[in-house]
C-alpha cells in the first residue's frame, strides 16, 4: 500500500507581543518533532507567524506594516525552509501575503521537501466584516484586510501524492472538498483560527467545535479524501479560538486528534489506497456522479 507519514502542527496562541522570529522557532521545533515521528508532510495554521489580527479594528497601511509578509521566503521563515530541506519533509504554512502590486490576500503555499514552493492558494471564503462594529467584543475583519482569493482550488503533487489546499472558512463548504476532489485530490490540508465567540450570533459555544467536526469527517468521507487540519488556538491576548485540529480519513473517521490548546504536533501513517478503495466504489465519480443536475451550483 502507498503511505504517508502526515503531521499537523497545532499552535498554541501567538500574542501581539511575539516575534516572528520566536513564532518560526516553535515551528522548526515541531518540523523537528514531525520528522523524528516519520512524518514526510507537516500542516500548520493559517496565518500562522502572527496574531490572529483581524480581530483588530485598524487602517489597512497598519495592518500591512505589521502583519503582512511582503515576500515569500523572507529573513524571519527562512529557518522554516530550510529545515525542511534538511529534514527532507515538506510542508503548508498559511501568511498574510502582500503581493508586489500592494494586492493583499489571506494565503497558503506548499513547499515541497526540498524548501522549494510548488503550489499557492488565497483564501475564498472569507467570513466577517468589513466595518468598524463598535461595541462588539472582538472584530472579524477579513473582508476588510483582504480579497476574494484568485487563484482558484488547485492540486499539486509531491512525493508521489496529489494535495489539495484551502483555508480556514473554506473547510465549511461543500464546493471547497469536491473542486479538488474532481481533480484527483488525495489529501487536502487548511489552517485555521476559529474564535470560540460568535460575534454575529448568539451561538452555543459548543457547536463551533461541533460544526468544525462535522464539516471535516463529512467532507473526507464525500469527497474520499484524506484531510489534515491545524488549528491555531488558545487565548490570543485573551481572545480563545478552538482547538481539535486532526486527520480525518477518507471513511470520515478521526485519526488523530489534539488534546490541547497549545503545541502539539499529531501523525497518523495515512493509506493513500483507502481514498482510492472509495472512488472506486460507493464515490465513483464517473459512474455514478449526474453533473448535469448540479448545474444550478455554478449558476446561483
Ligand atoms: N479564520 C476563519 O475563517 N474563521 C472562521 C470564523 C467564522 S465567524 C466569522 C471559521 O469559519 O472558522
Not at 172 to 187: D, F, G, I
Not at 220 to 243: F, L, P, T
Amino acid at each position: 500500500a502507498r503511505k504517508m507519514g502526515l503531521a499537523v502542527a497545532q499552535m498554541g496562541a501567538v500574542n501581539l507581543a511575539d516575534t516572528r522570529a520566536t513564532v518560526v522557532r516553535r515551528m522548526v521545533e515541531m518540523m523537528r518533532e514531525a520528522a523524528a515521528r516519520q512524518a514526510e508532510f507537516v500542516v500548520f495554521p493559517e496565518l500562522a507567524l502572527t496574531t490572529f489580527f483581524p480581530r483588530y479594528w485598524m487602517e489597512d497601511a497598519e495592518a500591512v506594516d505589521r502583519f503582512f509578509e511582503k515576500t515569500m521566503p523572507n529573513a524571519d521563515v527562512q529557518p522554516l525552509f530550510d529545515t525542511a530541506r534538511e529534514l527532507g519533509i515538506g510542508f503548508y504554512l498559511g501568511y498574510a501575503e502582500l503581493t508586489p502590486e500592494g494586492r493583499q490576500f489571506n494565503t497558503a503555499i506548499l513547499v515541497d521537501r526540498r524548501g522549494k514552493i510548488i503550489g499557492k492558494y488565497r483564501k475564498i471564503h472569507l467570513p466577517g466584516h468589513s466595518d468598524h462594529k463598535v461595541g462588539a467584543p472582538f472584530q472579524h475583519l477579513e473582508k476588510k484586510f483582504f480579497e476574494v482569493g484568485d487563484l482558484g482550488f488547485g492540486v499539486w503533487e509531491t512525493n508521489d501524492v496529489k494535495i489539495g489546499m484551502c483555508l480556514c472558512n473554506d473547510r465549511r463548504w461543500p464546493e471547497t472538498y469536491r473542486v479538488m476532489s474532481l481533480q484527483s485530490a488525495e489529501l487536502i490540508v487548511l489552517g485555521y483560527n476559529t474564535p470560540s465567540l460568535n460575534i454575529h450570533w448568539n451561538e452555543p459555544a459548543h457547536l463551533r467545535t461541533t460544526t468544525h467536526e462535522i464539516v471535516l469527517q463529512a467532507s473526507a468521507y464525500q469527497n474520499a479524501v484524506w484531510v489534515g487540519a491545524a488549528a491555531k488556538c488558545g487565548h490570543e491576548d485573551g481572545h480563545h479560538m478552538i482547538g481539535s485540529s486532526m486527520i480525518v480519513a477518507p471513511s470520515g473517521e478521526i485519526v488523530a486528534r489534539a488534546s490541547g490548546e497549545e503545541d502539539e504536533v499529531i501523525t497518523a501513517k495515512i493509506d493513500l489506497g483507502m481514498g482510492q478503495l472509495f472512488r472506486d466504489h460507493v464515490f465513483n465519480f464517473a459512474k455514478h456522479r449526474s453533473p448535469h443536475h448540479y448545474k444550478l451550483i455554478t449558476e446561483r
